[in-house]
C-alpha cells in the first residue's frame, strides 16, 4: 500500500489546455472593458460639461479602438 500511486484517468484530452484557451473571451472582454470606461469617462465629461451624449460616444468609440488595439497588439490576431 506505501509507495503506491492512484491510477492515471484517460480523460481523452492530450494534457494541459493548450495556449489559445480563452482567447475569444480575452478579446470580448478587451471590446466590452474599453467601451465601458471609456464611455464612463466621456459620460463624466458630458456630465461636467452639460452635453448630452457627446462625449459618451466618442468615448466609446475609443474604447472600442484601443480594444481592437490591444487585441491585436496582445493576441496577435
Known amino acids: 500500500m506505501t509507495g503506491q500511486e492512484p491510477p492515471h484517468e484517460s480523460r481523452g484530452d492530450n494534457g ?3 495556449p489559445d ?3 475569444g ?7 466590452i ?8 469617462i466621456g ?3 458630458d456630465h461636467f460639461v452639460g452635453t448630452r451624449g457627446i462625449f459618451a460616444g466618442f468615448g466609446a ?10 487585441i ?3 493576441l496577435g490576431a
Do not use: F
Open 43 to 45: 459620460w463624466l465629461v
Open 16 to 18: 494541459p489546455n493548450p
Open 61 to 70: 468609440v475609443l474604447g472600442v479602438a484601443g480594444g481592437v488595439y490591444l
Open 33 to 40: 472593458a474599453g467601451m465601458v470606461v471609456w464611455g464612463g
Open 72 to 74: 491585436v497588439r496582445r
Open 25 to 31: 473571451m480575452t478579446a470580448v472582454s478587451y471590446l
Open 21 to 23: 484557451t480563452g482567447v
